[in-house]
């Protein structure tokens, strides 16, 4: 059989510890078997981020920008522990906040849904993508402790020097805290753009909640923003599609998420995305089925898993002992980038072979076969908890069938 051709490259980037082992293997055994694999690779494994003084990142960020579409493994972020651990010259940061940084972009979450694993709500029968605004509020905020009988204000000096004062609160009677925290209409803007976009090109209704209701001036620019960049730019595209978007307050989109089938994006603040994405995760199981893409405002995309490198089982596999590390969340970051770019490049064989390479994937779950985390969950009868090889093997086994 020939194998599938691809005319752009795909920006490839490794990663780390048993991530990274198990990323050459789903090349070896799924990939390469039936794609003639043209990818622009860059290291991003800690020893050589460390070798290039993390210059390795930015350039596979840049490329990425370049080719419009990136498959990232995951990576280590350093702490002090890594640090010593791998010799570091400094505390680089994290890649996926460096990369993020240059793309502009916006994460989506999204489960894998399979037959025997059922969500803590099981209504929750299509996905949930939850989108993180990731700038600002108290990410990024000032904070005080204020003693009894100080008066707390905010003030804005314009740039003519000009003063306005607002009272936060007058700490009479006793000691208290306060904080400040921002947003730029740049930030929220781009934001839109991404999470509106994603919609589009997956062809889900998206809701964004916020609490304008209490938060008259803050949160009310977000839903204005929202609103504003929504009818100028999609609200044609979102009718032709059948899509829908609506702004909902939080408690609102709460209620329900809950008593929804899934299948929708749900926009979410800062804080609100932090919380709401492991919620969600938790709910549908296991963190190695949990898929993420980060998107730019100008359709640029980077898939990746949502777990980390799995450092426990990587130091088990050191010393020899196999594992059974899930590489669903890996392989569908493959198969994302790998029909993103078929779709680009109108190559119908390389979004024929992605689809193909997941229904492998969760033909073999479903047959009983999988990893133990999944098993852990599966309430099929003949569930059977295999090493991640055997796994990658039967998985190979069925996609040959679908590709004969
Ligand atoms: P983690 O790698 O996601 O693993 C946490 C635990 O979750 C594992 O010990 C394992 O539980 C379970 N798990 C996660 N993914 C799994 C999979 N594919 N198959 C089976 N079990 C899985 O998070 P971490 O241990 O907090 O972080 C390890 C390293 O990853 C850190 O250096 C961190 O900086 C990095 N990290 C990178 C990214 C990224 O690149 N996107 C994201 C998060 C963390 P059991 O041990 O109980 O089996
Ligand atoms: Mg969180």
Redo the contacts with the bound molecule.
């Keep these: 059989m020939e194998k599938i051709k691809m005319t752009t490259p795909l920006v490839e980037m490794d990663?780390?510890?048993m991530?990274r082992v198990i990323w050459k293997m789903i090349k070896d055994e799924l990939i390469e078997p039936y794609v003639d694999l043209k990818t622009e690779y860059y290291d991003l494994g800690l020893e050589y981020r460390n070798e290039t003084n993390d210059q390795v990142t930015i350039d596979s960020a840049e490329a990425t920008k370049k080719y419009g579409v990136a498959v990232?493994c995951?990576?280590?972020?350093p702490?002090a522990a890594?640090v010593e651990e791998y010799k570091l010259k400094e505390m680089w940061k994290?890649?996926?906040g460096t990369i993020r940084a240059i793309l502009d972009g916006t994460v989506f979450r999204a489960p894998i849904i399979v037959k025997g694993i059922t969500p803590f709500i099981p209504t929750w029968t299509k996905p949930i993508t939850i989108a993180r605004h990731a700038y600002g509020d108290i990410y990024k905020n000032t904070e005080l402790k204020v003693p009894a009988g100080s008066k707390a204000e905010l003030v804005v000096t314009d740039k003519d020097g000009n003063e306005t004062r607002a009272l936060i609160h007058d700490f009479k009677s006793s000691d208290g805290i306060i904080q400040g925290v921002h947003n730029i209409d740049e930030s929220i803007k781009s934001f839109a753009r991404s999470c509106l976009s994603y919609a589009l090109d997956t062809k889900q209704d998206i809701w964004f909640a916020a609490k304008d209701t209490i938060s008259k001036t803050y949160d009310h620019r977000f839903k204005d923003i929202f609103a504003e960049v929504y009818e100028a730019e999609y609200k044609d595209k979102f009718n032709e599609a059948g899509i829908e978007y609506f702004y909902t307050l939080i408690d609102d989109a709460v209620a329900r998420i809950i008593r929804s089938n899934g299948g929708v994006i749900w926009a979410c603040k800062n804080y609100d995305g932090d919380v709401m994405s492991d919620m969600v995760a938790t709910a549908y199981g296991?963190?190695?089925l949990m898929t993420?893409v980060l998107v730019s405002p100008d359709g640029i995309y980077e898939y990746?898993?949502?777990?980390?490198?799995?450092?426990?089982?990587y130091y088990k596999w050191l010393k020899g002992e196999k594992t059974?590390?899930?590489?669903v969340?890996?392989i569908f970051a493959w198969s994302g980038a790998l029909r993103k770019r078929g779709e680009l490049d109108n190559i119908p064989d390389l979004c024929t072979y992605a689809d193909k390479l997941e229904k492998a994937t969760i033909d073999t779950i479903e047959s009983g076969i999988m990893?133990?985390?999944m098993a852990a969950l599966s309430n099929l009868e003949n569930k059977k908890s295999v090493y991640s090889e055997e796994f990658l093997a039967a998985i190979a086994k069925n996609l040959g069938e679908l590709m004969a």
């Design positions: 990663g780390d510890e991530t990232k995951a990576t280590i972020t702490n890594r994290s890649p996926n296991s963190l190695g993420s990746e898993a949502a777990h980390g490198t799995v450092q426990r089982h059974s590390t899930n590489p969340a890996t990893t133990g985390d």
